[in-house]
């Protein structure tokens, strides 16, 4: 059986070392890290993220899902918070089992190891960072506390997250290798809403919270311990931004002025702002994403996307799952295997990164208003008046596992019939009226 080397064992790397484990590989994945179940996992990431039906069934198919989800809490619908503190509560489906689901980082990073260390032959190796890959041997170069190692296999994945050295490698190394990367003026902060004294949580537990503001917003997650973990997005730039948010007075202010029911439940608001990091928000394109059957890249190490679909480790997932068929249908051409992977993914991910960034609109300034909130409700009324043939785009992103590329082509049909059938329906109303007038 083939050998391969998985570099990263974030969400996807843990959870593509038990795929490849199941189907008899032997893998040997090296993470720069410390073992996360020493506690020393998130380092600036999110600390809790969404997963929905293409994540849950990744993990489902490996038999991990229950397991998995035991601490998650579902989320309902979107309370979206205004100004004056008022609550309006926007289901996320017609159907109200379907949720998303609020979930750690780091339980389900421990989860997809220890999935994957249960499979003799994955072997896991924390503290070992990757330097460079030699894309023809193909080998990865590894930094260790003791000293530089090689690791050694028939194939090198690269599922080391937005920052990818395996990528730079290929950038480096194949002329013809295409790289895009952009940048939001947004960054982002987390903050927290800790629990009541009674350990329960302050705000409705069964949903995300946001307080759009039109050019940023912030959002908030529960977690299993009664706190919620909230996010920032926010300029970095500009007369009222991170750049010039500086003492506590301003960070005060601010708080004050856009989120003035939050500010009560956030007593470490000020030690939070000044402690955390501020993040950034990339999306990443390139292609290909391998190289002929020696290396190969998955996740966001292929296709960092920005978070507002909550759709990036759930596409990471899904990928496992691509990936995965790939080698099942191509046992024997792994070189074939990368191709179709990547012919199969690579529209769906660019499709992704572009719904992401029309989410950011959606979330921070559209959801505030009467208009987004009649709009949902049409498209829960068309769902149910057209069972099969209607599907909202964030039902299909969330709730099917329809490709991203086919489902955000089909909400564009869907939008142009039904905004035909408005305008026609508008004709024959007017002439209606006009004919009544005129007897
Ligand atoms: C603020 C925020 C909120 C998000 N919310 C959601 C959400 O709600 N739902 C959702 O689906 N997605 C969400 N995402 C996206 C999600 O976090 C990523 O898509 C997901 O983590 C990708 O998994 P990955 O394994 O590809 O990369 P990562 O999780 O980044 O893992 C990469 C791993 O590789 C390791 N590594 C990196 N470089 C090296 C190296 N040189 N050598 C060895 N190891 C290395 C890292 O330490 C890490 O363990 C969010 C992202 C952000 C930033």
């Known amino acids: 059986m083939a050998k391969f080397v998985l570099i990263g064992s974030g969400l996807a790397g843990g959870l593509l070392a038990a795929y490849l484990g199941r189907r008899g590989y032997d893998v040997d994945l090296y993470e720069r890290r410390a073992d996360p179940r020493e506690g020393n996992i998130v380092g600036g990431r999110s600390i809790n993220l969404a997963i929905s039906t293409r994540g849950i069934h990744a993990l489902e198919q490996i038999g991990i899902a229950n397991e998995a989800l035991q601490h998650a809490i579902p989320m309902r619908g979107r309370m979206i918070h205004d100004k004056s503190g008022t609550l309006h509560f926007s289901p996320y489906d017609v159907d109200p089992k379907n949720c998303i689901n609020s979930i750690g980082r780091a339980a389900l990073n421990t989860t997809v190891i220890e999935a994957a260390q249960r499979y003799s032959n994955v072997h896991v190796h924390f503290n070992h960072k990757c330097t460079d890959v030699d894309l023809e041997a193909p080998t990865a170069q590894l930094e260790t506390e003791h000293g530089n190692v090689t690791g050694h296999g028939d194939a090198v994945i690269g599922v080391d997250g937005a920052f990818s050295a395996v990528r730079k490698s290929m950038q480096g190394e194949i002329p013809s290798f295409h790289y895009d990367e952009s940048y939001l003026a947004h960054g982002y902060k987390e903050l927290t809403i800790p629990p009541g004294p009674d350990g329960s949580w302050r705000m409705e537990k069964n949903a995300l919270h946001i307080w759009p503001r039109k050019s940023f917003m912030m959002i908030a997650l529960p977690n299993p311990d009664g706190s919620f973990t909230c996010t920032l997005f926010w300029?970095?730039?500009?007369?009222?931004?991170?750049?010039?948010?500086h003492s506590d007075d301003d960070v005060h202010?601010?708080?004050?002025?856009?989120?003035?029911?939050?500010?009560?439940?956030?007593?470490?608001?000020?030690?939070?702002?000044?402690?955390?990091?501020?993040?950034?928000?990339?999306?990443?394109?390139?292609?290909p994403w391998f190289y002929r059957d020696k290396v190969c890249l998955l996740g966001?190490?292929?296709?960092?996307?920005?978070?507002?679909?909550g759709q990036g480790m759930n596409a990471a997932f899904e990928d496992c799952v691509a990936l995965d068929e790939c080698l099942e249908e191509f046992p024997n051409a792994r070189e074939r295997a990368f191709t179709e992977y990547f012919y199969r993914r690579k529209e769906n991910a660019d499709a992704l990164a572009d719904l992401a960034i029309g989410n950011f609109i959606e979330m921070r300034d559209k959801t505030a208003s009467k208009a987004f909130r009649i709009k949902k409700k049409l498209?829960?009324?068309l769902e149910g008046a057209l069972p099969g043939f209607y599907l909202p785009l964030y039902t299909m992103v969330t709730f099917t596992r329809i490709p991203y590329a086919a489902a955000a082509r089909r909400a564009r049909l869907q939008d142009r019939i039904v905004y035909c059938g408005f305008i026609c329906l508008s004709v024959v109303l007017i002439v209606l009226l006009l004919r009544s007038m005129a007897h």
Do not use: K, W
Request: glycine share 4%; aromatic share 14%.
């Open 379 to 381: 498209d829960h009324v």
């Open 300 to 309: 966001d190490a292929a296709h960092a996307v920005v978070p507002f679909y």
């Open 235 to 245: 300029e970095f730039e500009g007369p009222r931004s991170f750049a010039t948010t």
């Open 253 to 287: 202010r601010f708080f004050d002025e856009e989120f003035p029911d939050a500010v009560p439940l956030m007593p470490t608001l000020l030690q939070d702002f000044r402690e955390n990091p501020t993040g950034t928000l990339v999306t990443i394109r390139c292609a």
